[in-house]
């Protein structure tokens, strides 16, 4: 007898695949024989390939609605699957009508919110959790009810051609270029920075190749923006004395992998909703982070 097809769905984006890593894990246990894919969105494609839970990577092209070509294309895609059973952990508008490309005759038992699924999570809360919570909850009705811990052990890479010193703290200061309000304003972390040097720990910033410019205006702190893989990380985060960031997928990355994390959020996220998860992290919130102080977050920090 041929092993299951399962299929988790997960699109994105970076902070949101880190806060599945439980449930990733989660359903790897509750399927041992099964085969696995994920479909998920193309910049975080050769990244889940390294995953230890899944068998193989689907890329979804996110065709629009009116491409019904595409539309078609991808669902031969999924049906070329043989699913038995999906679990979608994004639970968007978009991946619900994902469930309507399936023959109406071979649908699989569906894991989600997309209307006539087979196993729907029907908490009435689920909006108001946060993203692991859901998650869980979600599973939990699709009849999953082990849970394991996020775990990042396996993402590994070698950071000594960085030729960091001993002492170091990681500072995230980017955030989506279409969320700016997320951010805590560079001069602080400058001054930050400034304050770090003093106390004999070198200031490492991080983030996207698109953030580079933030360099510039935080001249104190090693730059290492844009020169990082997931691997990278996730060794960083192990090495450091701790992380300070705004609320951006990698203080998700570095949190989870163990690393004192304080992560600075806005009116713009709500931390209950969606705050990384880790061994030691805390949070600090302003309507305005205009209004959050340098000393403020010193004194946050872990002794």
Known sequence: MAPPNILVIKLGAFGNIILSLSAFASIRQHHPGALISVLTSAPYADWLRTFPY????????RPDWWDFRALHRLGRML?????????????????????????????????????????????????????????QG??????????????????????????????????????????????????????????LLEQGIQPVLLGTGSEAPLAAEIPAARNLIGQTSFGDLAELARAARFAVGNDTGPMHLIATAGCPSITLFSRDSDPLLCAPGGPWTRVLQRPDLADLSVEDVLQSLPG
């Open 138 to 195: 979600q599973l939990r009705q699709a009849g999953i009810t082990a849970f394991l811990p996020a775990d990042l052990s396996w993402c590994t890479d070698d950071i000594a051609r960085f030729g960091l010193p001993s002492a170091f703290a990681l500072l995230v200061p980017g955030s989506s270029p279409n969320r700016l309000a997320k951010r805590w304003p560079a001069a602080r972390y400058q001054a930050l920075a400034e304050r």
């Open 54 to 61: 899944f068998d193989e990577v689907l890329v979804d092209p």
């Open 79 to 135: 049906a070329d699957g043989h699913f038995s059973r999906v679990y979608d952990l994004q639970t968007s508008g978009r991946s619900s009508r994902y469930f309507r490309l399936f023959p109406a005759k071979h649908r699989p038992e569906w894991s989600g919110i997309a209307f006539g699924c087979a196993l729907p999570d029907r908490d009435p809360k689920r909006n108001a959790m946060h993203d692991a919570e859901r998650q």
